[in-house]
């Protein structure tokens, strides 16, 4: 894909002309519908809104806002299917919307990658979208020996094709392990130069967001400053300004019922129980436990 902000703006005025919450609103008010559905729905248009409060309103606290209630909407779909998640980015709306409990509660949801396959855990094998995945909740809980481990890994045993153009991604999460913060830079710029960005933002952008940033320099930008690490990175495509991390002081104000009575530590539904995420200071599992490198079932 081609960069281009005027073609951005057009593709954003008609997301947002697109947007139809009251529909979605009024379908699991009145238990009615497909409840997975709905909540994808409502996790979609939220995201959109925010997106478009970011680029076009330029109204950061609109944006976090609606970023929050697009990733509680996605709690409400995976208390239907703890199982789903993305495997790309799958902390973006949380860290657009800085709130620190719905960041510790995505960084426990993990069922999306805890799969095998005879004798393979996926998350830790080299070339899969799961071991990608898990790299990112490591890094939200800030695992960063092992995060570190598999990074380095993974850097000295490239995976194929299709997952390869994640290799700047692992050498930024090295970095952040070792605390090297040139390196950290030097793995954002990579991911801002025109062409990366415009190869990945294509194949791995954020639908809304593609002409404007790139989606991985923010998402790693982020997760570092979480750390305590401000980087300098002076590049068109690295949104500093959504990098400093500034929580609304009430993100309550104009939450709909059916979000407002979500009950986001609900137990998951039978076998799942014992992943449901768990309130600030506490955690569902040590996700450190058989999850280096290539580490394979008994």
């Not at 490591?138 to 850097?155: H, S, V």
């Not at 009575?261 to 040590?286: H, M």
Request: aromatic share 12%; hydrophobic share 40%.
């Amino acid at each position: 894909m081609k960069i281009c902000e005027k073609t951005g703006r057009l593709k954003l005025e008609r997301l947002w002309s697109g947007v139809d919450l009251k529909s979605t609103i009024e379908l699991l008010s009145n238990n009615k519908g497909s409840r997975k559905g709905c909540a994808l729905a409502l996790n979609d248009d939220y995201i959109k809104l925010a997106l478009y409060a970011c680029f076009i309103e330029q109204d950061l606290d609109a944006m976090r806002q609606y970023a929050y209630f697009s990733a509680k909407s996605h709690i409400l779909r995976f208390q239907c299917r703890p199982e789903d998640g993305n495997w790309l980015f799958p902390l973006f709306e949380v860290l657009l919307s800085d709130n620190a409990e719905l960041l510790h509660w995505y960084s426990q949801h993990v069922l999306p990658v805890y799969n095998t396959h005879q004798k393979w855990i996926n998350r830790n094998r080299v070339g899969t979208t799961e071991f990608q995945a898990f790299q990112d909740l490591l890094a939200a809980q800030q695992k960063f020996d092992l995060l570190g481990e598999r990074a380095e890994y993974i850097l000295a045993n490239p995976p194929g094709r299709t997952m390869k153009r994640f290799q700047t991604d692992n050498a930024f999460y090295l970095a952040l392990a070792k605390g090297n913060k040139t390196e950290m830079e030097s793995a954002l710029q990579t991911l801002c130069s025109l062409k990366v960005a415009q190869n990945r933002n294509g194949a791995d952008g954020i639908i809304g967001s593609e002409h404007f940033m790139s989606a991985a320099a923010f998402y790693y930008g982020k997760l570092a400053r979480l750390a305590g690490y401000e980087l300098d990175v002076d590049m068109p495509l690295y949104p500093a300004h959504l990098i400093a991390v500034n929580p609304l002081a009430d993100y309550t104000r104009d939450e709909v019922d059916v979000l407002a009575e979500l009950d986001i530590y609900q137990t998951f539904d039978g076998e799942f129980a014992p992943f449901t995420p768990k309130p600030q200071g506490e955690y569902n599992l040590d996700i450190t436990l058989n999850s280096k490198p290539m580490e394979k079932l008994p």
